[in-house]
Nanobody
């Protein structure tokens, strides 16, 4: 498994932007499909975005499509989530996850998870 550490969370006003980063340990980062999930207080963890091993064909939740962009730098073992036009409903703990599957379909397909980073959007 790969070890994941997120960073970049914080407090931002509605309409603002944040960039999350997730650094992975090990030399096999490029063999993982990477994803971002989030969990708001009192709610279940939900899918946000994912990206293939070579950084093509991103997939987004409908709620963030057009506002969030997932990208990766395999040379730096890092995946990013650029979040623009943030809204209060984006407030959540954001988790980075890695899957050995080419096209994971559910959260349980992701075997490695980070500890999460808090994103708070004020109105």
């Amino acid at each position: 498994q790969v070890q994941l550490v997120e960073s970049g969370g914080g407090l931002v006003q509605a309409g603002g932007s944040l960039r999350l980063a997730c650094a992975a340990s090990g030399r096999t980062f490029s063999t993982y499909t990477m994803g971002w999930f989030r969990q708001a207080p009192g709610k279940e963890r939900e899918f946000v975005a994912m990206l293939s091993r070579i950084g093509i064909s991103p997939d987004y939740a409908a709620s963030v499509k057009g506002r969030f962009t997932i990208s990766r730098d395999n040379a730096k073992n890092t995946v990013y989530l650029q979040m623009n036009s943030l809204m209060p409903e984006d407030t959540a703990v954001y988790y980075c996850a890695a899957s050995g599957s080419l096209r994971p379909n559910r959260a349980t397909d992701f075997g490695s998870w980070g500890q999460g980073t808090q994103v708070t959007v004020s109105s």
